[in-house]
C-alpha cells in the first residue's frame, strides 16, 4: 500500500513560478513511477509529467520547456517546478504513483493562475 499527498498548490501572476510536492509513504520502494496530472476546471484530467524509478522523465507537450519533474534524494518526494506559468495551467494537480497496474491518487493541490 501507498499514500501519497501533493503540497505546494496556490494562486500566481500569468509569467510566475509554483513548486508542488508529493510525498509517498508506505511500500515505496515498489513504486515504479510517480507522475502528475491536473484538472482543468469542466474538462478531465491530463497527464502533466511522470519519473520513473529509473530516473527518466516524460511530459505533456503542454508543459514542455515550462515544467520539471524531480526526485528528492529520500526518493519518496516528488517535486513539480511550474515556471512561465498561464492561466490555462489552472488547475487541480493530482500526484499519483504506479505499482504494477494499480495507481494511487493523492486528495489533489488547486493552482490558480490570474492577474
Known amino acids: 500500500q501507498v499514500q501519497v499527498v501533493e503540497s505546494g498548490g496556490g494562486s500566481v501572476q500569468p509569467g510566475g513560478s509554483l513548486r508542488l510536492s508529493c510525498a509517498a509513504s508506505?511500500?515505496?520502494?515498489?513504486?515504479?513511477?510517480m507522475g502528475w496530472y491536473r484538472q482543468p476546471p469542466g474538462r478531465q484530467r491530463e497527464f502533466v509529467a511522470n519519473?520513473?524509478?529509473?530516473?527518466?522523465?516524460g511530459y505533456a507537450d503542454a508543459v514542455k520547456g515550462r515544467f520539471i519533474i524531480s526526485r528528492g534524494n529520500a526518493r519518496n518526494t516528488v517535486y513539480l517546478q511550474m515556471n512561465s506559468l498561464k492561466p490555462e495551467d489552472t488547475a487541480v494537480y493530482y500526484c499519483?504513483?504506479?505499482?504494477?497496474?494499480?495507481?494511487?491518487w493523492g486528495q489533489g493541490t488547486q493552482v490558480t493562475v490570474s492577474s
Open positions: 519519473i520513473f524509478s529509473s530516473g527518466n522523465t
Open positions: 508506505g511500500s515505496i520502494s515498489a513504486i515504479n513511477v
Open positions: 499519483n504513483a504506479l505499482i504494477g497496474a494499480n495507481r494511487t
